[in-house]
């Protein structure tokens, strides 16, 4: 009891996903990365055991794996200057940029995990999402937007027509060409999803450029609703 009141993480507050079983640990961080629709590159894998970070780094390519020192002393400094756990510096500013996605995280996979098993309790897909009360949202890009865009560009490892790594800075650069720039928010009878989607539409063009969307709030099929903003603005 002494031991677990030290832990400064809560399994209620900060764990969305377990795996607690005798399975090789790159089966648990593969499982993981489904369930969470995470992309290999977004994980870090942690551990004392060399066969297990050996195990993960031939299994998983694209997962950071990071050998601990053999004294549990070393740890804390060791882990303070691995530069995985950095955050990203906005562009231009010199400063790390924290979205509000980024602040609801665990709550918005917890919301992710309980929409899935409603999903698979559900008798038909059809059902499911009539169920969900969806709500979507377009509009134009905003200053408070800006980060979160950019964001998704660098994040969003699946439902893109068109990969591009961008920075706010480059989103703004965009739109003072005449790019349209569009952000998708959407929410549900689970919780608010926040900004998932950014949409890039080149008048010069008249096609869409880029366009990403978050994997789970996709399978949820809020893609349906931004059909009508395909085309460009008149």
């Known amino acids: 009891a002494a031991r677990a009141s030290e832990m400064p993480l809560s399994l209620e507050r900060h764990v969305v996903g377990l795996r607690v079983n005798w399975a090789p640990k790159s089966e648990n961080v593969l499982s993981l990365a489904q369930d969470l629709c995470l992309g290999l590159d977004s994980i870090i894998f942690v551990d004392d055991n060399p066969a297990e970070c050996a195990d993960v780094q031939q299994h998983c390519p694209g997962v950071a794996v990071l050998h601990l020192p053999s004294s549990p002393q070393d740890f804390l400094a060791f882990l303070q200057h691995a530069w995985c756990f950095d955050a990203p510096l906005a562009a231009g500013s010199g400063q790390q940029t924290v979205t509000r996605e980024d602040v609801e995280r665990s709550d918005l996979y917890r919301a992710m995990l309980v929409r899935r098993q ?9 059902a499911f999402v009539a169920s969900l009360n969806l709500t ?3 509009t134009p890009l905003t200053e408070e937007s800006c980060e979160r865009a950019a964001q998704l560009t660098h994040r969003t490892n699946q439902h893109n027509t068109h990969k591009s790594i961008l920075s706010a800075d480059d989103l703004n650069k965009m739109s003072e ?5 569009l952000t998708v928010e959407s929410g549900d009878r689970f919780g608010h999803h926040g900004v998932v989607g950014l949409i890039a539409i080149d008048g010069t063009t008249e096609g869409v450029g880029e366009s990403n969307g ?3 709030v996709v399978h949820a099929d809020w ?3 931004i059909d009508l903003v395909t085309a460009p603005p008149p």
């Open 177 to 181: 060409r005449g790019v349209h720039i």
């Open 118 to 126: 409603a999903q698979a309790n559900s008798a038909s897909k059809d």
């Open 136 to 138: 979507v949202v377009v």
């Open 223 to 225: 893609a349906a609703g």
């Open 214 to 216: 978050g994997c789970d």
